[in-house]
């Protein structure tokens, strides 16, 4: 679905990217795992245009999309929830919505129903603003307008971020509601017993390099590298 090959970015003078090279297959979901200031959100920004690699290339579906500007790159059919959310808090949460809407009228496309019934607490909350809902509530809408783009692949930046326990649960049932249904998603996250619970595969990435990839239950084994690479133990 999506696959990184020697990856390279920068902010500035700052050399974040140091040759990632990571994929996530159809169907799957893929968690990149790693402490702060490591390149997890770079690494999604380079994939969805805001930080093209320099050098690098990233393949869609097969096709390179390196260099491609961000509009066009969603319009292919990947979807962003980003980290902090990013609504729109002055508008209503079926604005918020309908805005984003896009291929609609294919069969099996997320519509504001489809969407609605998935988190029901969005519909009672349609005319609600942005700005009046509480975080769990801005995420699920977060999600929710990503897929009203109606993507194939999701790029998940830190979904749990600020989120009550209960709620993290609640994510982590609706990323693997989304994989049943079919969707590629690559899942930045700090929270790694969510991650580890949700993923096919997992990458660690430090120092913008990749340092460490296996099936989640070898890493949820190995207590070396979640200690040396997460900061993490038992």
């Known amino acids: 679905m999506i696959e990184l090959i020697d990856v390279h970015a920068y902010y500035g003078d700052s050399y974040v990217l140091q ?7 159809d169907g799957s979901v893929v968690a990149l ?5 490591m390149g997890k959100t770079t690494t999604i920004r380079s994939i969805i245009g805001y930080n093209p690699p320099h050098p690098g ?3 869609f579906k097969g096709n390179d999309i390196t260099g491609l500007r961000p ?5 292919m059919g990947i ?6 959310r990013n609504i729109f808090p002055s508008l209503s949460v079926e604005e918020n919505l309908t805005m984003a809407a896009r291929g609609g009228r294919k069969a099996g496309a997320w519509t504001l129903d489809k969407v609605y019934a998935l988190f029901p607490i969005l519909k009672e909350r349609s005319k609600y603003k942005g700005n009046l809902l509480s975080g769990g509530e801005q995420q699920m809408l977060t999600i929710s307008r990503a897929l009203m783009t109606n993507p194939s692949l999701l790029l998940m930046d830190e979904p749990s971020e600020g989120l009550a326990p209960i ?3 609640e994510v982590g049932s609706i990323i693997t509601q989304l ?4 969707f590629s998603i690559l899942l930045v996250e700090q929270n790694i017993h969510m991650a580890l619970d949700v993923a096919d595969y997992v990458y660690i ?3 913008g390099k990749i340092v460490y990839e296996s099936k989640p239950e070898e890493l949820d084994r190995n207590e070396e590298a979640k200690a040396k690479h997460l900061g993490v133990s038992g």
């Open 57 to 59: 290339i990233i393949r």
């Open 167 to 169: 709620i993290v649960e």
């Open 71 to 75: 509009h066009q790159i969603a319009r």
């Open 205 to 207: 990435i430090s120092k």
């Open 179 to 182: 994989k049943e249904e079919g």
């Open 79 to 84: 979807g962003l929830v980003p980290q902090g």
């Open 19 to 25: 040759g990632v090279s990571l994929e996530v297959k």
């Open 33 to 37: 795992l790693g402490r702060n200031g």
